[in-house]
């Protein structure tokens, strides 16, 4: 039985890479409205209390050399100290920094609030106004993880993505064009000032965000600066608290898998199902696991659906042999992360479907 199932295969599961920088080797932190990381601040060590972070998490105070002329500044305006932090040599006493000096999670909580925004409320910086005048042949995908309930595709390969999101339970909001971000790029002169507007911004259930750009392959190699401005977008992002992403085939058009989305997107649910939809779903969820597809349809009390015109009476009415509602059911299970199918194989009869471990854990 295969095990490697639909959550394995989600391209924004293990998508976070190390952004770590390289710091310094201490943070100043000063008693004040906001942080400080300047060392410009030092020549103010006369004037506030200084707290040190040194490289191993520790904090304490500064070990600051006071030189000939130094004394901070005078009441009359004189000279700045001349003050600089020299390497440990005496391991500082230990000094817990006050809860509003903590940087990192005013910077965190303030970029929270953006994406929230964005969500939420952004409107799109890009229009691909109608027309038939682009080779990109860009269009439309209805979703209801966006507030319009639509997401703008500049091409066929961002389609093919939005089949990747939409029927992923762990991805719960979808935002087109959403910002504008400013970076710095290398040139080979220095650096340059440059706007971007990605393609999509993603949301994951557990908070964490993802700004995706897409590309063919084949047209990547055709632009010398592509790789130093991923680079240079990953950087950008990652002070604004999202993973940056430029996405092509080798992603994207994995069989079986896109395959499978694509059909399990296609009965994903409806406003309009009929009402016996959620007595088969339910019923699903009490059966044993792990089980097939064709086990459930040869189970289940209700799997046909039959039909007939509105002008016509009831006894007219034919199977429609071309769907089956258990299978329907199955596949809105999986969208709902309710269930697990496996997505290794072309979906049929004999695919595995699983339930899925609830866990109380939050992460």
Same mark, same amino acid.
């Given at each position: 039985m295969k095990t490697n199932l639909k959550t394995s295969t989600s391209l924004f599961t293990g998508a976070l890479e190390d952004h770590q920088r390289s710091a310094g080797n201490a943070a100043v932190l000063r008693n004040g409205e906001t942080p400080s990381v300047l060392w410009d601040d030092l020549h103010d060590l006369a004037q506030v209390n200084v707290i040190v972070q040194y490289e191993d998490g520790s904090f304490g105070r500064p070990l600051v050399d006071l030189r000939a002329g130094g004394g901070g500044r005078g009441p009359a305006g004189g000279s700045p100290m001349n003050a600089s932090l020299n390497s440990r040599r005496v391991a500082p006493a230990p000094v817990a920094p006050p809860p509003f000096l903590n940087h990192d999670l005013s910077k965190r909580m303030g970029n929270e609030a953006f994406w929230r925004d964005v969500f939420q409320n952004g409107e799109p910086k890009k229009e691909i106004k109608p027309g038939t005048r682009y080779i990109s042949l860009p269009g439309w995908f209805p979703t209801r993880k966006n507030p319009r309930g639509l997401i703008r595709t500049s091409s $066929?390969?961002? @389609? !093919?993505? &939005?089949?990747?999101? !939409?029927?992923?339970? %762990?991805?719960?909001?979808?935002? !087109?064009?959403?910002?504008?971000? +400013?970076? @710095?790029?290398? +040139?080979?002169? /220095?650096?340059?000032?440059? %706007?971007?507007?990605?393609? #999509?911004?993603?949301? @994951?259930?557990? /908070?964490?965000?993802?700004?995706?750009?897409? &590309? $063919? #392959?084949?047209?990547? $190699?055709?632009?010398?600066?592509?790789?130093?401005?991923t680079i240079d977008l990953k950087s950008a992002y990652f002070d604004q608290g999202a993973t940056y992403l430029l996405l092509d085939e080798t992603s994207l058009h994995l069989e079986p898998l896109l395959g499978n989305l694509k059909r399990m997107w296609k009965h994903k649910k409806s406003d309009h199902e009929l009402p016996e939809m959620e007595v088969i779903r339910r019923w699903i969820l009490d059966a044993r696991f792990p089980t097939t597809i064709g086990e459930l349809m040869r189970e289940s009390p209700v799997n046909a659906v039959f039909a007939h015109w509105s002008d016509q009476p009831e006894d007219t009415a034919r199977h429609v042999t071309e769907n089956n509602p258990v299978f329907s059911a199955v596949m809105q299970l999986a969208i709902a992360g309710l269930v697990e199918v496996d997505l290794d194989a072309r979906f049929s009869p004999s695919t595995t479907v699983t339930l899925k471990e609830k866990s109380n854990v939050r992460l």
């Open positions: $066929p390969l961002t @389609r !093919d993505l &939005m089949f990747h999101l !939409d029927t992923d339970h %762990e991805i719960v909001s979808i935002a !087109d064009f959403p910002v504008t971000t +400013t970076y @710095r790029s290398k +040139t080979p002169t /220095g650096f340059k000032v440059r %706007e971007h507007i990605p393609e #999509l911004a993603v949301l @994951r259930r557990d /908070g964490a965000v993802f700004v995706v750009d897409v &590309m $063919p #392959l084949n047209v990547q $190699p055709t632009i010398p600066f592509i790789r130093q401005r």
